[in-house]
C-alpha cells in the first residue's frame, strides 16, 4: 500500500502517447482500449522512435471534383504505421473524400478498401471534443513498412467541388544503429 503521507514520491502524469491525451476514461473492452492495449510492446520499446508523415505536398493538396491525386511517400523500412488522420479545407464534404494507403513493395493496402474521410478525421469527435478526443484512428495492428518503404497514398474526391485535403500517418520508426566499420581508425571486424 502506498503510503500517502510519503513527500519523497512525486506523482507524474501518465502521458499517451497514442492518444496525447490526460483525461479520457477508456472503457477496457471499447475498441481503441484493445489496440492501445495491443500497442503497448511498441509503446515501451526503446529502438523506435514517433515519427509523423504528412501527405500531399503543399503544391498538390487540392484535389479537383470528382478526380483521384496520388502521392508517394518515403519512409524508413522497418517502420510501423499505427495512425491515420485526415484533415480536409472544406469539412462539409469530407464525407465524399475516400482514402487508401497501400506499400509499394508488397502492394497490400493497410485498410481492405478505401475508408470514407470522415472515419480519420476529428469530425466524429463528441462534443466538448477538448475532452473526447478520438482521433489519430487508430490502426487495428500496427502495419510494417517493407522492402524500400514507400508507400502510396490514393485520395479520391467524389464531390462535385474541389477540396484540399492532408493525411497525416503516425509511426514508430527504427532507430537507425551505428554503423561499427563507418570509422576507419577503429578496426572493423569482419563477418
Known amino acids: 500500500m502506498l503510503n500517502t503521507n510519503d513527500t519523497s514520491v512525486s506523482e507524474v502524469p501518465i502521458v499517451d502517447g497514442f492518444t496525447h491525451s490526460l483525461s479520457t476514461l477508456l472503457l477496457p473492452t471499447t475498441y ?3 489496440v492501445l492495449a495491443q500497442m503497448e510492446v511498441l509503446r515501451r520499446a526503446s529502438n523506435y522512435q514517433f515519427k509523423m508523415y504528412s501527405a500531399p505536398d503543399s503544391g498538390n493538396a487540392t ?3 470528382y478526380s483521384q491525386n496520388e502521392y508517394l511517400v518515403k519512409m524508413r523500412p522497418g517502420t510501423l504505421v499505427w495512425g491515420m488522420w485526415l484533415t480536409a479545407s472544406n469539412t462539409d464534404n469530407i464525407e465524399s473524400l475516400y482514402v487508401q494507403v497501400t506499400d509499394m513493395d508488397t502492394g497490400i493496402p493497410f485498410i481492405s478498401d478505401y475508408e470514407i474521410g470522415k472515419m480519420l478525421s476529428s469530425a466524429l469527435n463528441p462534443t466538448p471534443s477538448r475532452v473526447f478526443e478520438r482521433y489519430p484512428f487508430l ?3 500496427p502495419r510494417l513498412v517493407s522492402g524500400t518503404g514507400q508507400i502510396t497514398i ?8 474541389s477540396n ?3 493525411l497525416v500517418l503516425f509511426c514508430a520508426e527504427p532507430v537507425p ?5 563507418a570509422d576507419p581508425s577503429t578496426p572493423c571486424a569482419e563477418y
Request: charged share 15%; glycine share 0%; proline share 8%.
Open 139 to 141: 490502426m487495428s495492428e
Open 164 to 166: 484540399t485535403v492532408q
Open 32 to 34: 481503441r482500449a484493445l
Open 177 to 181: 544503429t551505428a554503423d561499427p566499420c
Open 63 to 65: 484535389i479537383p471534383a
Open 154 to 161: 490514393e485520395t479520391y474526391n467524389s464531390s462535385s467541388a
